[in-house]
């Protein structure tokens, strides 16, 4: 808190300025800590900044193990993939189907993610009914089947 004290302090106009530096340096700083502590020494070949860099930083913040809304019932300790961030990060709406298999090629499989798009891709399975996928799974507990395309969606990512 003290650190931010100057913030306070600026006029009115130039909030908005510093609050964005503020944020870009934060991310920046949490790039550079993802860079160095996890899995993405491949990426280096690529460039810092390139696209699959994003990619990969992009699947670091849509997956997760969230215990307000596991993959599954049964397995609490399987990531999930956010449908989109801040509002379907955390309860049952997290879980969507349609949007998962149509991120999972760019945030998973180009990213060398494979064991988390396979437990996407059979824990999703385990739900089908009558043919169709769920476009929200809801832990398995309670899906939801309003989404014809879901089951295509799925199919192409299987391949």
């Not at 089908?128 to 989404?147: E, M, Q, T, Y």
Request: with cysteine.
């Amino acid at each position: 808190r003290n650190c931010f004290n100057f913030f306070f302090d600026l006029s009115a106009y130039l909030k908005p300025k510093y609050f964005d530096r503020i944020i870009y340096v934060a991310y920046e700083i949490c790039c550079k800590y993802i860079r160095k502590n996890f899995w993405l020494n491949w990426i280096i070949n690529e460039g810092e900044g390139s696209f699959a860099e994003k990619l990969a930083i992009c699947s670091i913040q849509v997956m997760g193990i969230i215990q307000s809304a596991p993959l599954t019932w049964w397995n609490e300790k399987v990531s999930s993939m956010a449908a989109g961030l801040p509002f379907f990060a955390t309860g049952f709406m997290r879980c969507w189907g349609r949007d998962t298999f149509i991120a999972l090629k760019g945030t998973l499989l180009l990213t060398g993610r494979f064991e988390d798009a396979k437990q996407l891709l059979i824990n999703y399975a385990s739900c089908l009914r009558h043919g169709l996928i769920p476009n929200l799974l809801d832990s398995g507990r309670k899906p939801r089947f309003n989404a014809r395309d879901s089951t295509w969606w799925f199919l192409q990512a299987l391949q």
